[in-house]
């Protein structure tokens, strides 16, 4: 697997980005190789270092719309993990980043209930790779 980051601060992860990453891994002979978000997220500190900032209302659309890109599209079967930054904050000094889905004293924000609704069961996509039949004979 190719593992990836695809940070946006304002908005859905960066699902161009990971498009890009997926066309070099083709381009280079590596199609059968999945690609792995392995960290993605938004700041909710308007102190914090990754600027611009998000609301809690917008950290729950942002990881909507990126969950819905992952798993409703059969453009991305090639995802086959993406890790949400972190379940809670590690800290609470006003100069840090708060990216989890609970705050720092487990407290659920909104996002944290988008991600339980997405993580519930449902009726997975179709496999993408389908077997090339080269030959019908013996």
């Given at each position: 697997a190719v593992g990836v980051h695809p940070y946006n601060w304002g908005g859905p992860i960066d699902i161009s980005g990971v498009a890009n990453i997926r066309q070099?891994?083709?381009n280079r002979g590596d199609a059968e190789k999945s690609v792995w978000l392995t960290e993605y997220g938004w700041n909710l500190n308007p102190d914090g270092g990754h600027q611009p900032y998000a609301t809690?209302?917008?950290q729950a659309q942002y990881l909507l719309a990126s969950l819905q890109y992952l798993y409703d599209s059969y453009d991305y079967f090639y995802v086959t993990?993406?890790?949400h930054h972190t379940i809670c904050d590690w800290t609470t000094a006003a100069n840090e980043d708060w990216m989890g889905l609970c705050?720092?004293?487990l407290n659920?924000?909104?996002a944290?209930?988008?991600f339980r609704d997405c993580a519930a069961p449902r009726t997975p996509r179709?496999?993408?790779r389908a077997p090339v039949i080269t030959s019908l004979g013996p």
């Open positions: 070099i891994t083709v809690q209302a917008q993990q993406a890790s705050d720092y004293s659920p924000r909104p944290y209930d988008t179709l496999e993408s």
